[in-house]
């Protein structure tokens, strides 16, 4: 009986859950899309305006239906998280920046936050690395009854045992002390308060 109640209950969320899976569709296809076109030489505004066209047209942009969730960003190199160009910027990718690209979509206010980091000069590959480990540490750790504050030090002490070499100076890999994330709920991104 456990089984069909269990089912019973899933089947209420049937709608919820396919929109965020709709959501989650549209964000790892348009993420794919803007790695095949994110080079150096293109303009930061070009960047995050074919973001956001391609997540319109993909998830059939409808004011409060779908679309995107905020604006994407487009964070260059030193700029941690939450930077966009406005209109008449003409900043371009270069070759050295490492760029932060972030972007959200959603499906009747269920919410796919999700960035990545593109860099191509080879010097940096560590750094990238080391983001990759750090997050599947914390994929890893992740589970039932898992502690917050147990997966982010899992997180933090695999982030911090890299290293990046820049121009002959050794780096160690540190974490962002103030930048803690934040929750989503339906249709709002809301700060994490921290004591």
Do not use: W
């Amino acid at each position: 009986m456990a089984g069909k109640e269990h089912k019973m209950k899933e089947a209420l969320f049937d709608s919820e859950y396919n929109d965020v899976r709709k959501a989650a569709e549209c964000h790892r296809q348009v993420r794919r899309y803007a790695q095949s076109f994110i080079r150096p030489g293109i303009s930061y505004l070009e960047i995050v305006t074919r973001i956001e066209d391609a997540v319109r047209k993909l998830i059939k942009a409808n004011k409060l239906q779908a679309g995107l969730a905020f604006p994407c960003g487009s964070s260059i190199n030193n700029c941690a998280a939450h930077f966009a160009p406005n209109k008449g910027d003409t900043k371009i990718l270069d070759k050295d920046d490492v760029v932060k690209i972030d972007f959200g979509t959603h499906v009747n206010g269920y919410l796919i936050d999700s960035a990545f980091t593109v860099a191509f000069n080879p010097v940096y590959d560590s750094l990238l690395e080391a983001s990759k480990e750090a997050t599947m540490t914390g994929v890893k750790e992740a589970g039932i009854d898992a502690r917050l504050d147990e997966i982010g030090e899992k997180i933090q002490e695999t982030m911090e045992s890299h290293e990046v070499e820049i121009k002959g100076k050794v780096h160690p890999v540190k974490c962002i002390r103030n930048l803690n994330g934040h929750l989503v709920g339906r249709y709002r991104v809301l700060p994490l308060l921290t004591p």
